[in-house]
């Protein structure tokens, strides 16, 4: 299930006020999307831009660019690079599974030996010849091997 949010449409005041502060002290404000550099001019379709930061990635909006290429930047740029940023994030919180595993892969209960044969995989931990190692205090370590070497009088 994805995450979703509602994003509210900006209303005609703040509309307005976004391309008053956009322009400065210009007659009209500039396409802010990157290859455009157009004038935003009355009656043309206009959008509020959150470039560089995609608005789906925390971005805030930055000024104003044509709806046409908003559009088109979305398109090319921004959607892949959102998808992209999720599936980063979902193989690092390890909420990722591949559709189709590999047979004896890591998670398998079988594996492949060297030699071709396949053999069933023990159970994670308790793997024949490992040792587990016990983190201790370094105080408690120098008191057991103290104890050792008296037992077995090392100098």
Request: proline share 8%.
């Amino acid at each position: 299930m994805a995450l979703t949010y509602t994003r509210r449409r900006l209303s005609s005041a703040q509309r307005e006020a976004l391309y008053d502060r956009c322009k400065g002290d210009q007659d009209f404000p500039t396409c802010n999307i990157p290859g455009c550099g157009r004038l935003v001019k009355p009656g043309e379709a206009w959008v509020e831009s959150h470039f560089p930061v995609p608005h789906a990635l925390g971005g805030e909006e930055t000024g104003v660019a044509h709806d046409i290429c908003n559009r088109l930047y979305a398109a090319n740029v921004e959607v892949p690079a959102i998808a992209k940023a999720k599936r980063i994030r979902r193989k690092h919180v390890g909420a990722h599974v591949a559709q189709h595993p590999l047979p004896c892969g890591r998670n398998s209960s079988r594996k492949k030996t060297i030699d071709g044969r396949v053999v069933a995989r023990p159970p994670r931990g308790k793997a024949p010849g490992r040792q587990l190692f016990i983190h201790m205090p370094v105080a408690e370590l120098d008191r057991i091997l103290d104890a050792v070497n008296v037992e077995m009088k090392l100098p």
